[in-house]
């Protein structure tokens, strides 16, 4: 018999309370007029939608910032940070949401994704408090040269985290968010994996949908868990349904996280609500906030499938996680091997 945990749909919405709904409502109401147009655009060349699209747009981004200044846990990348820094945020989602944006230029806007992420969920935090990193460098005349640097000491922030991986477009996006910890910790610290088998029910609608946590297929050692600092790093959040079911299964089995992390390049409002309601102590770091989902728990605008687009699609038989680096290339692996071993030392023990 299957050992499988599952959280249904119904059990999600039972987080949310009447302000959150009456939000998630209006919002959605405001993204109808914007779909109003997208609907003229298509079939017209008038100027004046565009114009039209874009104060729309504006409007709903608005409406977003003034939702989430009220919610501490919910970090959006482009609410947060400087003016100067919203314009490199939004090229890089509009490449990511572009349909003729290939699997190899993805990869590396996912990477650059992260690295920006890293940073706002990280280093931004640890300003304050900076060590000296010094290099020698490959210069030597007229003497061997060092160079200076200094950089946000984040020690404290990482030094007992666990990098949780909810398979199978989460993948990547970990292997970056552990490496960028390796590369600014002191010691070369390399963060231990926990690897979760959960996958949503795709045959069912937002409302009804199922996510099931498959047991069987997920590597994890409850006891190295407890009393870390859970990082979740996933390019969609859609609903909230996989993260929520995970962490309360956890809480069945004993476990306490000291924090939790869910680091996302593209979060929609209703799933950042239900993780924060959810989960008192998880905090929800996302690159861009996108209003709405459809009825099949697709986020909008979005960008499709980013499993698909980060790993390709499988054929009849669905790869594994070892078969999924294999298929990321030499030069990915190259790049991450510490994070492939860690990941090989999980799976084969």
């Known amino acids: 018999m299957s050992n499988k945990v599952i959280l249904h749909a119904t059990d999600l919405d039972g987080y949310l309370n009447d302000d959150d709904k009456k939000m998630i409502e209006g919002v959605g109401a405001l993204y109808d007029e914007y779909l109003e147009i997208c609907t003229l655009k298509e079939s017209s060349s008038d100027p004046g939608l565009d114009r039209q699209l874009t104060e729309k747009a504006a409007e709903i981004g608005h409406r977003l910032e003034e939702i989430c200044s009220q919610e501490p846990q919910v970090h959006v990348y482009s609410f947060e940070t400087p003016d100067e820094q919203h314009g490199a945020a939004s090229r890089l989602i509009a490449k990511l949401r572009h349909p003729a944006t290939g699997h190899e230029e993805f990869l590396y806007y996912i990477q650059r994704a992260y690295e920006m992420l890293f940073a706002h969920t990280y280093c931004d935090k640890a300003l304050k408090n900076k060590r000296s990193l010094i290099e020698k460098t490959p210069v030597g005349i007229p003497c061997q040269n060092y160079a200076v640097h200094r950089i946000p000491d984040v020690d404290a922030l990482i030094h007992d985290s666990v990098m949780c991986v909810m398979l199978r477009g989460a993948l990547?996006?970990?292997?970056?968010?552990?490496?960028?910890?390796?590369?600014?910790?002191?010691?070369?610290?390399?963060?231990?994996?926990?690897?979760?088998?959960?996958?949503?029910?795709?045959?069912?609608?937002?409302?009804?949908?199922?996510?099931?946590?498959?047991?069987?297929?997920?590597?994890?050692?409850?006891?190295?868990?407890?009393?870390?600092?859970?990082?979740?790093?996933?390019p969609m959040n859609a609903t909230g349904g996989s993260l929520v079911t995970i962490i309360k299964y956890l809480e069945s089995q004993g476990v306490r996280p000291r924090s939790v992390k869910f680091i996302n390049v593209i979060s929609a409002l209703?799933?950042?609500?239900?993780?924060?309601?959810?989960?008192?102590?998880?905090?929800?770091?996302?690159?861009?906030?996108?209003?709405?989902?459809?009825?099949?728990?697709?986020?909008?605008?979005?960008?499709?499938?980013?499993?698909?687009?980060?790993?390709?699609?499988?054929?009849?038989?669905?790869?594994?996680?070892?078969?999924?680096?294999?298929?990321?290339?030499?030069?990915?692996?190259?790049?991450?091997?510490?994070?492939?071993?860690?990941?090989?030392?999980?799976?084969?023990?």
């Open 172 to 234: 990547l996006p970990s292997m970056i968010i552990s490496k960028e910890i390796q590369d600014y910790s002191s010691d070369d610290y390399i963060t231990p994996f926990a690897l979760f088998r959960i996958k949503r029910d795709d045959s069912r609608k937002e409302k009804n949908m199922d996510y099931v946590l498959d047991l069987d297929r997920s590597f994890f050692s409850l006891e190295e868990l407890n009393g870390k600092d859970l990082i979740f790093a996933d």
């Open 270 to 349: 209703k799933g950042a609500l239900r993780i924060a309601r959810a989960i008192p102590n998880a905090e929800i770091y996302t690159l861009w906030m996108d209003p709405v989902l459809n009825e099949k728990a697709y986020i909008l605008p979005g960008l499709g499938d980013a499993g698909d687009r980060l790993n390709g699609v499988d054929g009849e038989k669905q790869r594994n996680m070892i078969q999924l680096i294999a298929d990321y290339g030499q030069s990915i692996v190259n790049l991450y091997r510490d994070q492939v071993r860690e990941i090989e030392k999980t799976v084969l023990g």
